[in-house]
């Protein structure tokens, strides 16, 4: 019986050794079993390997060789967003096709030479391993002996000694989630990175970036947690039966019964969110900016801001106030801040929605900020970069700058002191603190009709053609202005330019008549009624800064409390950094709301626990009331400058 059972096994063992006899061997299969494509006309090698880590699991990494390289530096970028369709935008014997898009800064990579190489972080489509989403390092929040960094360390030692074109010299670049990989990299670096570019990275999810700002929910991201962790290869879509996402959000009430519908409580991420609407531990202690302060300096860095960035506002100044005291040379710590969207640096960057800047500031980084940056670090016998500590574009002007620091005003420790613009009576605004008038202006805030944060119908977020998501934060705010329930203060036309370089902060004095409450600020630089050259600017109110705060944390983001009703209170929080000029002939203004929808979550109005779990007899109107008397003046502490 039991040698019976063993030659059974060989049999079985020997069948499975045999390839697949053809059904129809005499209509044979004109598929070849394997396929050699043809690519000697080529101008690079391609190689897809799986790179093992130290635990054993290993990840897909895409190496694309310019043909003939001999000492090139590496840049190495890792991603959740599929290497191989982000090394493919265009089927072609040329590189500069085939990475012509996200995530690569293609006329640098290709014209300098360098070998690209993308790779799909553990757990996301050609990759093995569990997906965690911003995979906290090594610690209390992860078990594991692995993370982000180990990743990256193991990777750059397989890439440095498997890849015999190179020069052991190797760089870490990325937008977005990819910027927040050559942050990670940077814990315990490799000794072969010698150089980091994170780029709008994603750093603090409930401070500013992606998933909060200041407490409250950015609830137009539901699609994407969805689709990016429903599956490893993103291939689980977000559905909808909307065209306007306005109604859409609407018609499910709050964030949470929306995503109930869709069945994400399977979704780990979702439900770690769910369980942490507060900033616990589980934020601050995943908080990179956190985590690289307490980490020594090793690897220069070049941290690149955009300043309508519509996704990531927070997490590259976040960054650099954290790492640039460590910077004792002055040469370990770069900051450049563009005009653009979030990515736009790569892209095309004469314009931004309607605002026009006159020449390609996106082409003018990459040329000479990025290109000589990066050569210094990875090409052998390359010269010292020209750059500045800082190099920063002023809006308004249209004009780079070469500064020693950034910011240049705030409330204390900078150049200059930031100056107080007060929200007057009559709905104006003045450098001068008010003395005398009516003591508030009021409005009622109803969620059942919450102010659009665009106008609609309300696309959803992403990066489709047609889509513009992008240009959101540069809207025209005279869609707002003209509610009853957006309150605008307006400044005299001004009469000298005038420059803020730094954070407006927003000291507002404020009472609602529910037990909590959002607060909506807009920073606005009002174009006059017309104006030569560009007639659709006329009257156009541009945002400079504009961001939302959650009222319930007022006292401490680690804990919601409620709002003691109709009761004026102190709300101070930053608005995103700006570096801007309000010309001669144009007006300065200031919008107050309590609403921002559907991108943030509607506040009830009412205190509850957990607003995601809000209940639709939760939401109750709120007569909302901003006041500007002597001893309770409102106002918008400006970096200005000289």
Not at 193 to 209: A, E, T
Not at 317 to 329: H, Q
Not at 367 to 374: G, N, T
Request: hydrophobic content about 40%; charged content about 20%; overall charge negative.
């Amino acid at each position: 019986m039991l040698f019976a059972l063993l030659l059974m096994l060989s049999g079985a063992l020997q069948a499975a050794d045999t390839p697949p006899q053809a059904k129809y061997p005499a209509y044979p299969s004109e598929t070849p079993a394997k396929f050699v494509p043809a690519t000697g006309s080529f101008d690079y090698v391609q190689r897809d390997v799986m790179i093992p880590m130290r635990d054993g699991v290993k990840l897909h990494t895409v190496i694309l060789i310019p043909k003939g390289a001999q000492h090139a530096g590496i840049l190495l970028t890792r991603t959740p967003y599929d290497a191989k369709a982000l090394t493919t935008h265009t089927m072609s014997g040329h590189l500069g096709p085939m990475l012509q898009g996200y995530d690569n800064a293609t006329d640098v990579i290709v014209e300098d030479g360098y070998i690209r190489v993308v790779q799909d972080v553990r757990g996301k489509y050609g990759s093995e391993g569990d997906y965690v989403m911003n995979r906290p390092v090594h610690g209390p929040l992860n078990p594991t002996p692995v993370d982000d960094a180990t990743d990256t360390y193991d990777t750059i030692d397989w890439l440095v000694k498997n890849i015999p074109e190179s020069n052991g010299k190797v760089g870490t670049l990325g937008i977005s989630y990819d910027g927040f990989e050559p942050l990670m990299a940077l814990v315990n670096p490799h000794p072969a990175l010698k150089v980091s570019v994170p780029m709008n990275p994603m750093v603090d999810g409930w401070m500013g970036d992606d998933w909060f700002h200041n407490g409250a929910f950015r609830q137009q991201n539901l699609s994407y947690i969805y689709e990016q962790t429903a599956s490893r290869d993103n291939s689980i879509k977000w559905w909808t039966n909307y065209h306007d996402e306005y109604d859409q959000f609407m018609h499910y009430g709050s964030a949470g019964a929306l995503a109930h519908a869709y069945g994400m409580e399977q979704l780990g991420f979702w439900n770690k969110m769910l369980a942490h609407p507060a900033y616990d531990g589980f934020w601050s202690e995943q908080a990179v900016d956190k985590l690289l302060a307490a980490q020594p300096l090793k690897v220069p860095v070049m941290l690149v801001h955009s300043l309508w960035d519509q996704e990531d506002s927070y997490g590259a100044l976040a960054v650099y106030r954290a790492i640039k005291p460590k910077d004792t040379s002055g040469n370990m710590v770069r900051l450049v801040m563009g005009p653009w969207h979030h990515g736009q640096e790569i892209d095309e960057g004469s314009s931004l929605g309607a605002v026009r800047f006159g020449s390609d500031t996106a082409r003018y980084f990459r040329e000479y900020i990025l290109r000589p940056y990066l050569a210094q670090y990875l090409k052998d016998g390359a010269p010292r970069a020209d750059l500045a500590a800082v190099t920063a574009y002023q809006t308004g002007s249209n004009q780079w700058q070469r500064l020693d620091r950034w910011p240049l005003a705030c409330a204390a420790g900078c150049p200059a002191r930031s100056r107080a613009l007060y929200l007057e009576a009559g709905n104006k605004l003045g450098f001068t603190a008010p003395a005398a008038g009516n003591d508030y202006d009021e409005y009622v805030s109803d969620p059942a009709h919450p102010v659009p944060y665009r106008a609609r119908p309300i696309q959803p977020m992403g990066y489709d053609v047609g889509q513009t998501w992008s240009q959101w934060l540069v809207d025209d705010q005279r869609e707002a202005s003209g509610r009853t329930d957006v309150l605008s203060y307006v400044s005299d036309v001004l009469t000298a330019p005038l420059k803020i370089s730094g954070a407006p902060e927003v000291n507002l004095v404020a009472s609602t008549s529910g037990s909590d409450s959002d607060w909506v600020v807009k920073l606005i630089d009002v174009y006059p009624d017309q104006v030569a050259g560009e007639p659709e600017m006329g009257g156009y109110q541009l945002a400079v800064g504009m961001d939302i705060f959650r009222g319930r944390y007022r006292e401490g983001f680690t804990q919601g409390k409620p709002i003691a009703a109709d009761q004026p209170l102190p709300y101070r929080f930053a608005l995103p950094a700006a570096n801007h000029v309000f010309l001669p002939g144009h007006r300065i203004m200031v919008q107050v709301q309590s609403s921002w929808f559907p991108l943030y979550d509607r506040n009830p109005q009412t205190f509850v626990p957990n607003i995601f779990l809000a209940k639709p007899a939760d939401y109750v109107k709120a007569t909302q009331r901003v006041y500007h008397a002597p001893a309770q003046a409102s106002f918008i502490a400006l970096p200005v400058i000289d």
